[in-house]
C-alpha cells in the first residue's frame, strides 16, 4: 500500500464505524431505525435484489462517498460508516486503518509469513490458518476494532528474487500461490448458505495485486511509474494463475487491482483485465478495489489521463468499484456533470460493494444475533490458535544442509553458544504486514528450553555494518558444546518500497558466520530468517557449518519452532517456494524485464525454476528430513483419451497416424475438461528410523514437440500433498490431475492447448509416462 493520502473525508465521509470497544451497534437496519421495514432490511429477500433498492434510494452525493475506502455513513436511512480496508495477510494486522489493537484485543495471534507457511506445502494447514484469523478478525469486528474486508492474500508471482514483497506470497510457482490462495481465502471466508456468488461469508477476502505486479522500487524505476511489458503467453501461464483460481476456486469477494501498467494500460483503468477476465471469465462476485491511492497514481505520477474527470471515467468504466483514496469521493461529481461518467456507472460500482456487505450480514440488524455474533476477546489468542502458530512455524522450516549432526541431543550438547543478529528476534520473526502478537518466543529463549545457553549477538543488528562485537561472539563459540547462528534479513534490507540489489548476506554477517565457525568448539548450525532467497554458498561448502536451516520469518513462535527442530522434537519436512539463486544471476536478469521465458540469443537465462536450468545454490522444491522416503507408483493409467465437444470432434480420415496426433496441441476450450482427470497414486516409505512429513511433488513435461513449438515450461508442478509417514512404514497419496489446467500449455498468443502425445510425470526418483491421443470418429 502506498502510504494513502488520507485528506480528511469527515466532511465528506463521516466518522467510519470501529472507533469504540465492546459490543458493536448494528450497522443498519437496526430494530426501530428508520429503514428496517423497507426492502433493502429484509433478509428474505434476494441479497443483489435488496442491494439495488438501497442503491436506488440514495442521492447521487450519497452514493459516491460509497466510492472510496472511509466511506460514508447515511444518516437518514440508518447506515453507518465503514472502514473498507482492513488487513489480515498472516494474522490480524492494524497496517489498515480497518483494524485497532488495544483494550480488549491488546493483540492477535502473529503466524509466520507466508512465505515460510508455502514452505509446508500443506494445504490443509494454509486453510486452518485462515480459519484461525477468521474467528480473530470477527471477534474484534464484534467488538468494534475491525473490519469485515480484508485485503489479503498476496498472491503475486514471486518472479525476482530481489523483490521486497516476495516474503508476502506463496513463492514462484503459479500452482502454488493459486492453490494457497483458494485454500487461505476458504479459510478466512467461510462461505455457508446459498449458492455460488450469493453465499453468505463470515469475512470477505481479496487477492492482491493484480497483475504482473512484482517490482517496488529498483535502480530508479518504482512501481508508480513502472510499466510492466508482458506477453499474454506469460500472463496466461504465470501471472494470472493465482488470480483465476482465487476467484474461481476460492469464490473470493474481492480482487484489488495495482498501481502498475501492463503494456501501457494501467491496471486499474483496464476494462479487458477488470471487466472482460476477473468479472467476465472468471465470474467474480463481489467488487474490483484499487490499490491505495492508484487512481490518483495514474493521473498524478503516470499521466495516463488529460484531466482528474477522465481519471474517474477510465478507472469506473473499466469496471473499477471501489478506490482505496479520496479521488472519486473528490471527482467523481464534476465527472458526471462533464457527462464523462454517468450515474449508471456509479450505480453498478456501489451495487456492487453493497452486495458484499450484504453478504457479510451488515445489513441484518444486531450483529450479536447473527451467526459468528458470539466471537469476542475470549476466541483471540487462544491457545489453540497459538499452538497452530508454533506447529505452522514448525512447518515452514526448511532443512537445507545436515552433515550428519542434526538433530542434537540435549544430554550431548548442554551448552550451547548462540549468535547473531537474530539470535533474540522478536518483531524481526513476524515480517510485515503484521499486527501486535500474542507474544513472542526468541530464538535465544527456545534453545534455552533446551541447553543452557551463552550468548553473544556478535552484530548488532541485521545490517552488520562497521564496527561490531564479532570477536566476543568468536569467544563465546569457543565455550559452547555446539554454536547456533541465527542470522538472514530483516524489513531493513526487504520490504514494501524497497528491492535488494544483493543476495549476499547483509554487511559483515558471512564475516561472523565464518568466524564462528573456524572458532566453535563444536559443530555449527546456521538458522537463517528471510523473505527472500540468499546466495550462502561459502555456507554450504564450508565444512565447519554442519547444518543450515531456514525459517523464513516464522512468526511469534518462531524461536520455539527453531528450537524443536534443531534438537529433533520437530523432524523437518519444509520445502523451498522458491529457487535460491546465486549472486551472479543478477547480472543477466533486469528486474524490469518481465519476460519468463529464457532467450539464449540475448543471454537471458530465464526465471523460476520452470523456465530457467543454470546454476542454484538450492533449487525450487527443495528440502532434507532426519529421515529418508522413497516412492513407488501404485495407480497411473498409460493413455487417456481427449474427448473433443461438439463439432470440435476429430473424423478418423483427418487424424489417422500417430505421428500426425504427436504433433497436435488440442485447444483447452475444444475439449470436455470434466471429463480429463488422471488419477495418480503413490505409495511413500518412510526408510529411516525417525516419523516423519514428506510433500509429493509431480512435475510434468510435455511433449518435445510442445515444448519447442510453444515455449512450454521445462517442467511445472501439477500436484503436490503432503503426508506424515511413521517410521518404516508406507503412506498412500492419491492425487488428480486435471488435464486441461495442469497438462495444458499457453501458446503464444495465450490460448490454452493440451499437446497430444506423451507426457512425463516425475516424482521424486519415478518417471511415469501417459500418452494422451484424440478420439476420432468413424472408426
Same mark, same amino acid.
Given at each position: ?236 501461464d504465470t501471472f494470472n494463475v493465482p488470480f483465476r483460481s482465487c476467484v474461481v476456486d476460492g469464490g473470493a469477494a474481492s480482487v484489488m487491482c495495482s498501481y502498475n501498467q501492463v503494456n501501457g494500460v494501467p491496471t486499474c483503468a483496464d476494462g479487458d483485465f477488470l471487466r472482460g477476465t476477473i468479472r467476465g471469465r472468471w465470474g467474480l462476485a463481489g467488487y474490483i478495489v484499487s490499490d491505495c491511492d492508484s487512481v490518483d497514481v495514474f493521473y498524478s505520477d503516470q499521466h495516463y489521463t488529460r484531466t482528474r474527470e477522465d481519471a474517474v471515467a ?19 461529481? @464534476?465527472? =458526471? ?11 453498478? /460500482?456501489?451495487?456492487? #460493494? $453493497? +452486495? !458484499? ?38 512447518? @515452514?522450516? =526448511? ?11 540435549? /544430554?550431548?550438547?548442554? #551448552? $550451547? +553458544? !548462540? ?30 528450553r533446551y541447553a543452557q545457553t551463552v550468548h553473544q549477538a556478535g552484530c548488532t543488528d541485521v545490517a552488520c555494518n562497521g564496527n561490531q562485537p564479532i570477536d566476543a561472539a568468536v569467544d563465546a563459540a569457543r565455550r559452547g558444546d555446539v554454536t547456533i547462528v541465527v542470522a538472514g534479513l530483516d524489513q531493513k534490507i526487504e520490504a514494501e518500497g524497497l528491492d535488494r540489489s544483493s543476495l549476499l548476506l547483509p554487511g559483515r554477517q558471512a564475516e561472523l558466520i565464518s568466524s564462528v565457525a573456524k572458532a566453535s568448539k563444536g559443530p555449527v548450525i ?183 513449438g510453444h515455449g512450454a515450461p521445462v517442467r511445472q508442478l501439477v500436484a503436490f500433498e503432503k503426508v506424515h509417514v511413521p517410521a518404516s512404514g508406507t503412506a498412500r497419496v492419491e492425487m488428480g490431475i486435471d488435464v486441461c489446467n495442469d497438462l495444458s500449455v499457453a501458446d503464444r498468443n495465450g490460448i490454452r492447448r493440451i499437446p497430444v502425445g506423451e507426457h512425463s510425470l516425475m516424482i521424486g526418483e519415478l518417471t511415469h509416462s501417459i500418452t494422451l491421443g484424440l478420439e476420432k470418429l468413424g472408426v
Amino acid at each position: 500500500m502506498r502510504g494513502l493520502l488520507l485528506i480528511p473525508l469527515l466532511v465528506l465521509a463521516g466518522a467510519a464505524a470501529g472507533g469504540v470497544s465492546g459490543a458493536r451497534a448494528p450497522f443498519a437496519c437496526a430494530p426501530g431505525g428508520p429503514a428496517t421495514s423497507l426492502p433493502f432490511c429484509r433478509q428474505l429477500l434476494p441479497l443483489r435484489a435488496r442491494a439495488r433498492d438501497l442503491v436506488a434510494r440514495l442521492t447521487r452525493a450519497e452514493k459516491v462517498r460509497l466510492l472510496v475506502n472511509n466511506a460514508a455513513g447515511v444518516p437518514r436511512l440508518g447506515i453507518a460508516g465503514y472502514e473498507w480496508w482492513s488487513e489480515a495477510l498472516h494474522g490480524v494486522s492494524d497496517t489498515g486503518p480497518g483494524v485497532r489493537f488495544g483494550g480488549a484485543f491488546p493483540g492477535a495471534t502473529a503466524f509466520p509469513q507466508v512465505i515460510g507457511t508455502a514452505a509446508s506445502f500443506n494445504a490443509s494447514l494454509w486453510e486452518l490458518v485462515g480459519r484461525a484469523v477468521s474467528d480473530e478478525a470477527r471477534a474484534m469486528y464484534n467488538g468494534g476494532q475491525a473490519g469485515l474486508t480484508f485485503w489479503s492474500p498476496n498472491v503475486n508471482i514471486f518472479r525476482d528474487p530481489r523483490w521486497g514483497r516476495g516474503q508476502e506470497t506463496p513463492g514462484e510457482d503459479p500452482a502454488v500461490a493459486g492453490r494457497y490462495a483458494a485454500a487461505y481465502v476458504r479459510g478466512l471466508q467461510q462461505p455457508y448458505g446459498g449458492q455460488r456468488g450469493h453465499t453468505r461469508l463470515k469475512l470477505a477476502a481479496c487477492c492482491k495485486h493484480f497483475t504482473a505486479y512484482d517490482l517496488d522500487n529498483w535502480a530508479g524505476t518504482d512501481r508508480f511509474h513502472f510499466n510492466a511489458v508482458v506477453s499474454r503467453q506469460d500472463l496466461e501461464d504465470t501471472f494470472n494463475v493465482p488470480f483465476r483460481s482465487c476467484v474461481v476456486d476460492g469464490g473470493a469477494a474481492s480482487v484489488m487491482c495495482s498501481y502498475n501498467q501492463v503494456n501501457g494500460v494501467p491496471t486499474c483503468a483496464d476494462g479487458d483485465f477488470l471487466r472482460g477476465t476477473i468479472r467476465g471469465r472468471w465470474g467474480l462476485a463481489g467488487y474490483i478495489v484499487s490499490d491505495c491511492d492508484s487512481v490518483d497514481v495514474f493521473y498524478s505520477d503516470q499521466h495516463y489521463t488529460r484531466t482528474r474527470e477522465d481519471a474517474v471515467a477510465a478507472t469506473l468504466r473499466a469496471g473499477l468499484d471501489l478506490d482505496c483514496g479520496p479521488f472519486l469521493a473528490q471527482y467523481t461529481e @464534476s465527472a =458526471v456533470a462533464q457527462q464523462k461518467v454517468s450515474d449508471a456507472d456509479i450505480d453498478a /460500482a456501489v451495487t456492487n #460493494t $453493497v +452486495t !458484499v456487505q450484504m453478504r457479510l450480514g451488515m445489513y441484518d440488524g444486531d450483529p450479536a444475533a447473527q451467526p459468528f455474533g458470539h466471537l469476542g476477546p475470549q476466541h483471540v489468542c487462544t491457545p489453540a490458535h497459538q499452538e497452530l502458530a508454533l506447529e505452522a512455524a514448525r512447518q @515452514s522450516i =526448511v532443512l537445507l544442509k545436515n552433515d550428519r549432526v542434526l538433530p542434537l541431543s540435549p /544430554a550431548a550438547h548442554r #551448552t $550451547v +553458544t !548462540v549468535v547473531g543478529p537474530h539470535s533474540e528476534a522478536t518483531v524481526a520473526m513476524i515480517g510485515n504486514y503484521a499486527g501486535k502478537p500474542c507474544k513472542y518466543t526468541t530464538p535465544l529463549q527456545g534453545i534455552g528450553r533446551y541447553a543452557q545457553t551463552v550468548h553473544q549477538a556478535g552484530c548488532t543488528d541485521v545490517a552488520c555494518n562497521g564496527n561490531q562485537p564479532i570477536d566476543a561472539a568468536v569467544d563465546a563459540a569457543r565455550r559452547g558444546d555446539v554454536t547456533i547462528v541465527v542470522a538472514g534479513l530483516d524489513q531493513k534490507i526487504e520490504a514494501e518500497g524497497l528491492d535488494r540489489s544483493s543476495l549476499l548476506l547483509p554487511g559483515r554477517q558471512a564475516e561472523l558466520i565464518s568466524s564462528v565457525a573456524k572458532a566453535s568448539k563444536g559443530p555449527v548450525i546456521l538458522v537463517l530468517m528471510s523473505g527472500g532467497p540468499i546466495d550462502i554458498g561459502f555456507a554450504q561448502n564450508d565444512q565447519r557449518i554442519a547444518g543450515i536451516l531456514w525459517a523464513g520469518y516464522p512468526g511469534q513462535a518462531g524461536g520455539q519452532a527453531i528450537a524443536d527442530a534443531i534438537f529433533g522434537q520437530h523432524n523437518p519436512g519444509g520445502k523451498l517456494p522458491v529457487t535460491w539463486y546465486r549472486q551472479d544471476y543478477l547480472q543477466k536478469v533486469p528486474m524490469t524485464n518481465m519476460a519468463m521465458r529464457a532467450n539464449p540469443a540475448k543471454g537471458y537465462p530465464g526465471r523460476t525454476y520452470r523456465f530457467y536450468t543454470g546454476p542454484t545454490i538450492h533449487p525450487f522444491g527443495y528440502g532434507l528430513s532426519y529421515t529418508s522416503f522413497t516412492h513407488s507408483l501404485a495407480h497411473a493409467p498409460a493413455q487417456l483419451t481427449v474427448r473433443l465437444s461438439g463439432h470440435h470432434a476429430v473424423s478418423s480420415s483427418s487424424l489417422n497416424t500417430t505421428a500426425h496426433l504427436s504433433r497436435t496441441a488440442v485447444r483447452v476450450a475444444h475439449a470436455r475438461c470434466e471429463e480429463l482427470s488422471i488419477p495418480v497414486h503413490v505409495d511413500v516409505k518412510n526408510t529411516g528410523d525417525r516419523d516423519g512429513a514428506h510433500t509429493v511433488l509431480v512435475y510434468a513435461t510435455p511433449p518435445e514437440a510442445a515444448a519447442r513449438g510453444h515455449g512450454a515450461p521445462v517442467r511445472q508442478l501439477v500436484a503436490f500433498e503432503k503426508v506424515h509417514v511413521p517410521a518404516s512404514g508406507t503412506a498412500r497419496v492419491e492425487m488428480g490431475i486435471d488435464v486441461c489446467n495442469d497438462l495444458s500449455v499457453a501458446d503464444r498468443n495465450g490460448i490454452r492447448r493440451i499437446p497430444v502425445g506423451e507426457h512425463s510425470l516425475m516424482i521424486g526418483e519415478l518417471t511415469h509416462s501417459i500418452t494422451l491421443g484424440l478420439e476420432k470418429l468413424g472408426v
